[in-house]
C-alpha cells in the first residue's frame, strides 16, 4: 500500500497541498478554495483531490496563519495582563522609536489590551533572581475572579526579572488554573521569550496570550477531523523559523506559529540551492491576498532573532519576511485622481470580478486575464471558468475615470502592482547594504509568476527562477523541513569578567535539555545535532549581533575571547560598515538551536527532452501596450533542456508563468524554469 508525505498551505484565496508518493517518488499538488469560518474543510477536500485513501498518509506538515489573521484583524481573545506592581504602565509607555524621532505624524502602534485590564500583583525579584519580596498569592486569585467576571478568554503574565526566576511566574499559574480550569489559557513571559528587554518580553506574552485560543482551537478541530477521516500519525505544524513540530508542542508555544504560512518558501529556497549554482536568493510568494519577500544567504534563510508586526514587537527565532498586501485579489481604486493598487483585498469570496461570485471590484487577477496573460479555460489547473466580461467591466469602472481603455488600465494595474512590490524586496535588501543584483529570483505563489519577469527586470536582476509546483512552493518547502526549537539563557558579562568555563558548562546544560525536548517529539538520538550562538554588543551600547560558536565547548579554547571579538567585529562590520576591534565588548546571552532530521524527499527530476521542440499553442497577448504572437505551453510536456525565446506563457495547475520579450527560458534538470534577461546577458 502506497504511503504519502503530505504538506498543506492556508492561504487568504487558496489552500495548496502537495503530497509525495514514496512508492513512486513522485510529487503531485493541487489548490483548493480556502473556506473561511470552516478552514479544515478546504484542508480536507484539497487532501482528497490528491491522496483517495487518507490513511495512507504516515508523515503530515501544515503551515498555519490563524494566529498571524487573529492578529492583523484583531479578533484575539480578551487578556488581562498581570504584571509587578509599580512598573505596570511598561507595556503601554512601550518605547519611543529613534527613526520616527522628527516624525510629526508617528502614532504608537495600538496595543492589544487597554490600561485597564493591566493589573499590578506585588511581589519582587533582585536583577539576579533572588526573591526581594514574595508574591501576593491572593492578589493572583482576585485577578482570576475578575477573568470570570468580565469574562477575559487568557491571561498574560510578566513580572520583572522573571527570565532570571520564573518560580513567580509560574506559580501564578497555578493558582490561575486553580481558579479557572486546567483548559485555561496563561501565557509566561519567560516562556514566551525568555529574554532580559522587559517590554519586548511582556509583549511577546501578550500577543501569545491574546492569539492562543484561536490557534489552539484550530489545532484540535484539524487533528480531530483528520483522525475521522483515518490519518492516523501526528499532525505537524511549520514554525516561524523554519523548523516543525508536533502540533501537542504548537498548542503549548502558539506564538511559534505566528508565521507559520510565508516561512515555507524560505526552506523551499534553502532547498533548492542544493541544485542551483547560486547560494543566494530572493524568494518572492505572492498569493491572491498578500506578497511576501524572503532572503536565502549563502544557502541558508535569513532569520533573526526578534520581529515586529504593526509595530508590537515579539522575541523569537522567525524567518525574515517583508509583507505587503499585493495579491492577485489586490483591488485597484482612484485616490486623488491617480490609481492604486491593495492593500485591500478581494479574497476568496467574493474574490475577483472573473471569478464570477459577485466580485464587481476590478483586481490584478482581472487585468492579467484582459492582457490575455491567464487562459480563462484552465485557470487553478481548470478548477475555475473565468469571466472575462466581468474582468472587463469591473476595469471599465477605473480606467473611465483616468480617460484609459481597458487594455491600458490593465497593463497600469500591473505596472502599479510591480512597482509596490519591488519596493518591498528593497526593503529587505537595499535598506540593509544588500544589493539585489547580486542574487536570483525565485517566484512562487499562484500570481507570482505572472509578475516576477517584470519585477526582476526592475531591478536589474539577471536571472528569476520558477521552481516545480509554484503556486503550491511553500507547502512543497514544508515537506523539506526538519524539527527544530531555539533556547535562550540571559547571560551578563563584560569582557574582562567572563568565565569561559562557566560559559561552557552553561551551554552543555542547555544542549542536554534541548536534545531531550527533541527526543520527546520522537527524533532518534543519530538525528539530533546542536547549534550555539552568543549575543555580543560593543560596551554601553543598547542592541546586539548574534555571533556563531563552533560547538559549547569552544569556550574552554585557548584565546577564545579573541576570536570572539574578531568574529563581532567582522559581523560588525558587514552590517554597519565599520568595526573597532579590541573595543571592550558584553556577552548579552547564549543561545542554543536543536534541529531533529526527518526523512526526506527526493529531490525534483525530470526527465530529459527527447526532441528540441515542444508542443505549443500561440494567441495574442499584450506586452508593452502592443499584442504580441506568443507562444502558450503547458509546463508539463516541457523536458530538461527545453529552451525558447519569449514572449511565452506557460500553465500549469498551480500558477502561470508569464515571460515578456526579449528573455529567454532554459527548463533545468531539477524542473524548475530559468528566465534569463537577454539584455543584461549581452552588456
Not at 215 to 241: A, C, K
Not at 271 to 279: A, M, N, Q
Request: with cysteine; aromatic share 6%; proline share 5%.
Amino acid at each position: 500500500m502506497s504511503k504519502y508525505r503530505v504538506s498543506m498551505d492556508i492561504g487568504g484565496t487558496f489552500t495548496d497541498i502537495v503530497a509525495y508518493n514514496e512508492d513512486t517518488r513522485e510529487y503531485t499538488a493541487t489548490k483548493a478554495s480556502t473556506t473561511p469560518g470552516e478552514l479544515s474543510r478546504g484542508v480536507i477536500e484539497g487532501l482528497g483531490a490528491l491522496v483517495e485513501e487518507l490513511s495512507e498518509i504516515d508523515f503530515v506538515v501544515h503551515g498555519t496563519t490563524q494566529g498571524l489573521n487573529a492578529f492583523l484583524e484583531r479578533r484575539g481573545v480578551q487578556v488581562l495582563l498581570l504584571a509587578t506592581d509599580g512598573v505596570e504602565d511598561s507595556y503601554h509607555i512601550a518605547r519611543g522609536p529613534r527613526q520616527e524621532l522628527y516624525n510629526a505624524q508617528y502614532r504608537k502602534p495600538a496595543p492589544l489590551l487597554e490600561r485597564k485590564d493591566v493589573v499590578g500583583i506585588a511581589g519582587r525579584l533582585e536583577y539576579d533572581g533572588n526573591e526581594l519580596v514574595s508574591l501576593d498569592e491572593d492578589a493572583v486569585r482576585r485577578a482570576a475572579q475578575r477573568v470570570r467576571a468580565e469574562g477575559h478568554g487568557a491571561v498574560a503574565v510578566a513580572y520583572l526579572f522573571s527570565y532570571k526566576n520564573p518560580a513567580h511566574e509560574l506559580r501564578t499559574r497555578e493558582i490561575l488554573l486553580e481558579e479557572l480550569g486546567a483548559d485555561f489559557t496563561v501565557s509566561l513571559s519567560h516562556e514566551s521569550a525568555k529574554e532580559w528587554r522587559e517590554y519586548e518580553r511582556t509583549s511577546s506574552a501578550v500577543v501569545e496570550a491574546y492569539t492562543g485560543p484561536v490557534v489552539r482551537n484550530y489545532l484540535i478541530d484539524l487533528e480531530q477531523e483528520l483522525i475521522e477521516r483515518g490519518v492516523d500519525v501526528p499532525l505537524h505544524i511549520m514554525q516561524s523559523s523554519g523548523g516543525i513540530l508536533t502540533a501537542k508542542s504548537a498548542r503549548q508555544r502558539p506564538l511559534q506559529t505566528l508565521l507559520s504560512g510565508p516561512v515555507g518558501g524560505a526552506i523551499g529556497g534553502e532547498k533548492l540551492t542544493d541544485v542551483l549554482s547560486t547560494k543566494n536568493l530572493i524568494g518572492v510568494d505572492m498569493g491572491g491576498t498578500s506578497f511576501d519577500v524572503s532572503l536565502v544567504v549563502d544557502g541558508a534563510p535569513d532569520v533573526s532573532t526578534e520581529a515586529e508586526l504593526e509595530g508590537l514587537p515579539l522575541l523569537m527565532s522567525v524567518v525574515n519576511i517583508h509583507t505587503i498586501g499585493a495579491g492577485g485579489g489586490s483591488v485597484a481604486w482612484i485616490e486623488a485622481g491617480g490609481l492604486r493598487v491593495g492593500p485591500r483585498s478581494a479574497g476568496a469570496t467574493p474574490g475577483p470580478a472573473c471569478y464570477g461570485r459577485g466580485g464587481t471590484e476590478p483586481t490584478v487577477t482581472d487585468a492579467n486575464l484582459i492582457l490575455g496573460r491567464v487562459d480563462p479555460r484552465n485557470f487553478a489547473g481548470g478548477q475555475m471558468s473565468l469571466d472575462i466580461d466581468a474582468s472587463k467591466a469591473a476595469l471599465e469602472t477605473v480606467g473611465s475615470r483616468l480617460g484609459l481603455g481597458v487594455t491600458a488600465i490593465a497593463e497600469g494595474i500591473c505596472d502599479v502592482a510591480n512597482s509596490q512590490m519591488a519596493q518591498a524586496i528593497r526593503t529587505i535588501t537595499i535598506s540593509r547594504g544588500i544589493e539585489p543584483r547580486d542574487f536570483a529570483l525565485v517566484a512562487f505563489g499562484g500570481a507570482r509568476p505572472m509578475h516576477a519577469v517584470f519585477l526582476a527586470k526592475e531591478l536589474g536582476i539577471a536571472e528569476t527562477i520558477v521552481p516545480r509546483f509554484p503556486g503550491a512552493f511553500s507547502a512543497w518547502g514544508m515537506l523539506q523541513g526538519n524539527v527544530r526549537k531555539d533556547f535562550t539563557e540571559p547571560y551578563f558579562f563584560i569582557d574582562e569578567d567572563l568565565d569561559t568555563a562557566d560559559m561552557s558548562r552553561v551551554l552543555r546544560d542547555i544542549e542536554r535539555g534541548a536534545l531531550d525536548e527533541l527526543a520527546h517529539e520522537g527524533i532518534p538520538a543519530d538525528r539530533r545535532f546542536s547549534e550555539h550562538s552568543v549575543d555580543v554588543r560593543y560596551q554601553m551600547q543598547e542592541f546586539f549581533l548574534s555571533v556563531p560558536l563552533t560547538s559549547a565547548e569552544e569556550p574552554l579554547e585557548d584565546g577564545f575571547m579573541e576570536t570572539l571579538g574578531a568574529r563581532f567585529a567582522k559581523q560588525y562590520e558587514e552590517r554597519y560598515g565599520h568595526a573597532t576591534l579590541g573595543a571592550p565588548i558584553e556577552v548579552v546571552a547564549l543561545r542554543t538551536r536543536v534541529t531533529g532530521e526527518l526523512d526526506s524527499t527526493d529531490s525534483l527530476q525530470i526527465p530529459t527532452a527527447t526532441s528540441p521542440e515542444s508542443p505549443h499553442e500561440r494567441r495574442k497577448v499584450v506586452f508593452e501596450q502592443q499584442e504580441w504572437d506568443t507562444v502558450i505551453v503547458d509546463r508539463s510536456v516541457l523536458g530538461a533542456g527545453h529552451t525558447f525565446e519569449g514572449p511565452a506563457i506557460v500553465v500549469e495547475a498551480t500558477a502561470t508563468t508569464v515571460v515578456p520579450p526579449r528573455f529567454s527560458v532554459t527548463v533545468e534538470s531539477h524542473g524548475a524554469l530559468t528566465i534569463r534577461n537577454l539584455e543584461i546577458q549581452g552588456d
